[in-house]
């Protein structure tokens, strides 16, 4: 239970598969039906295994009320090494956001705000031997 002021960190963590895979996009949208919640930092962890050049989140008020609900996260290619891996964690990518419970009438008593996050990235899911159809993964 939080109360206004206090901060939520939601994790968001995306299992990268082996070898090269392009595309990779992670968005992050904060529901806005039971309460607001206001976006503060972003934070990412990259495992030991992965090649990868981290982006620059890009925030979005996605409904212009003043308060941020919403992070994209482009990072293009992304290369997992099986060799330097000792773990699961060494093939993630972690993201971590903050956000603030604002003072606002629609941030009530026992309001349950959910969190929906996906993963876009391209794969070759025609089999036509190249890594060309988008596939999204919430």
């Given at each position: 239970?939080?109360?206004?002021?206090e901060?939520?960190?939601?994790?968001?963590?995306?299992?990268?598969g082996?070898?090269?895979?392009?595309g990779?996009?992670?968005?992050?949208l904060?529901a806005?039906?039971?309460?607001?919640l206001d976006i503060?930092?972003?934070?990412?962890e990259?495992?030991?295994?992965l090649?990868?050049?981290l982006?620059i989140p890009t925030?979005?008020?996605?409904?212009?009320d003043?308060f941020i609900?919403?992070?994209?996260?482009?990072?293009?290619t992304?290369v997992?090494?099986?060799?330097?891996?000792?773990?699961?964690?060494?093939?993630?990518?972690?993201?971590?956001?903050?956000?603030v419970?604002?003072?606002?009438?629609?941030?009530?008593d026992?309001?349950?705000?959910?969190?929906?996050?996906?993963l876009?990235?391209l794969?070759d899911?025609?089999?036509d031997?190249?890594?060309?159809?988008t596939?999204l993964?919430?």
């Amino acid at each position: 239970d939080l109360v206004i002021g206090e901060t939520v960190t939601y994790q968001l963590t995306a299992q990268m598969g082996r070898g090269t895979t392009n595309g990779v996009v992670i968005e992050d949208l904060l529901a806005l039906t039971n309460g607001l919640l206001d976006i503060r930092d972003v934070r990412i962890e990259i495992g030991s295994a992965l090649t990868v050049t981290l982006p620059i989140p890009t925030l979005t008020d996605s409904n212009l009320d003043s308060f941020i609900d919403q992070v994209l996260l482009n990072f293009g290619t992304v290369v997992n090494d099986p060799a330097s891996s000792t773990g699961p964690a060494d093939e993630q990518i972690r993201v971590f956001i903050d956000a603030v419970v604002v003072n606002v009438l629609e941030n009530q008593d026992g309001d349950i705000i959910n969190n929906a996050a996906s993963l876009t990235l391209l794969e070759d899911t025609d089999n036509d031997g190249s890594a060309d159809d988008t596939v999204l993964r919430t």
